[in-house]
């Protein structure tokens, strides 16, 4: 178990293909290292921009801007909300991949199944597309989380089926 050499389940992405192409295999909906350094291009750009704190100040003369700091406010309240959300339901995936990742090396399993993450590529696309989500916003928030599950399923089968061992990221 623990001579799984990681080239065997952190499969490279394939086929940079447009993740919102209909009909595309799962498969070319993965994303490539390329698609992942031009988004964080992106992001080190609109980090070095300048920013803006919102205040009440910024606001005291001006009855429009007033208005915008509320709407901000309020709007920023269900941001705090969705992304406590967003917490609680990733620690209770990252429980349930763990305890796979026990079974998987109790079993004498690989930590990737390529077949199962197929079906969850094209589920979350569809999902996405439904709900009115970049289906690229998608694939991203797969591959981190599958991803940082085989890194973990690793650790686990490495320390003998010991999930002890995710105290810290992985
Ligand atoms: O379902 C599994 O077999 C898992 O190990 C969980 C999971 C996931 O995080 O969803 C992780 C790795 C696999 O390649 C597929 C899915």
């Known amino acids: ?5 990681s080239s065997d389940w952190l499969r490279p992405a394939e086929n940079p293909t447009d993740a919102n192409a209909a009909g595309a ?3 070319d909906r993965r994303l490539d290292a390329a698609a992942i350094a031009q988004a964080s291009s992106v992001s080190d750009e609109i980090e070095a921009e300048k920013s803006s704190t919102i205040d009440e100040e910024a606001a005291a003369n001006n009855p429009e801007v007033a208005e915008a700091v509320k709407r901000i406010e309020a709007l920023r309240q269900t941001i705090d909300n969705i992304d406590g959300a967003v917490i609680h339901l990733l620690a209770e995936r990252f429980k349930a ?9 109790g079993a004498g399993f690989a930590p990737a199944d390529y077949k199962r993450e197929d079906y969850q590529i094209a589920r979350l696309q ?7 989500l970049d289906t690229n916003i998608a ?3 797969r ?4 991803t940082e ?6 650790r686990i089968a490495d320390a003998g089926g010991d999930p ?7």
């Not at 002890?164 to 992985?170: I, K, P, R």
């Open 149 to 154: 599950s085989k890194k973990r399923h690793k």
């Open 1 to 5: 178990m623990s001579d799984i050499d």
């Open 25 to 27: 295999d799962a498969a």
């Open 139 to 141: 694939e991203m928030y």
């Open 97 to 105: 991949t763990a305890a796979v990742g026990v079974l998987k090396a």
């Open 143 to 146: 591959e981190f989380v599958v």
């Open 164 to 170: 002890g061992v995710l105290d810290v990221f992985a």
């Open 126 to 132: 569809r999902i996405a597309i439904d709900a009115g």
